[in-house]
């Protein structure tokens, strides 16, 4: 049960020039705007990274309903720079270090086309170990 967490998203209410905003009425207008255009990108980007996922291969991942995909907007980290966190991936003999920088080549190709070119991407793949970590399901 992969979980990708994207941090630092370039959200379109970091981009607004608030000198310029002088109504409310336009702060309310500019937000509904930035809100909508940032589901649009997150829903469809969301998809992207659980079918990169998929497509990876991983054993025992073979549907999205397997995978959450969350966003942080906001900057945390330096403005240019993405970081995807794949946790709860569990620690098997058939998930090798090549399956898992298979994942990270993956959701980077998958996360690029939304992101500006000068925009680094950074992806950490953590596995999850039952025998020394925490795990309930009910």
Known sequence: MPIIRVLNWPSEMQKADW????????????FRYAYI?????????????K?????TQIPRVDSER????????G??????????????LFDTPD????????LAKFLT???KPFIPNEWEVEVLVK???PEKDSYIKV
Do not use: M, W
């Not at 000198?19 to 500019?30: G, H, N, T």
């Open 66 to 73: 397997l995978i959450s995909v969350s966003f942080d907007i």
């Open 37 to 49: 255009k940032d589901q649009r990108y997150l829903k469809n980007l969301g998809n992207r990274l």
């Open 127 to 129: 596995r999850f170990d």
């Open 51 to 55: 079918k990169a996922c998929i497509d």
């Open 109 to 111: 190709e998958a996360v």
């Open 75 to 88: 900057s945390l980290l330096p403005d240019t720079t993405l970081v995807i966190l794949v946790e709860g």
């Open 19 to 30: 000198r310029q905003i002088r109504e409310e009425d336009d702060i309310v207008k500019f």
């Open 95 to 102: 998930r090798t270090k090549e399956i898992r920088d298979k």
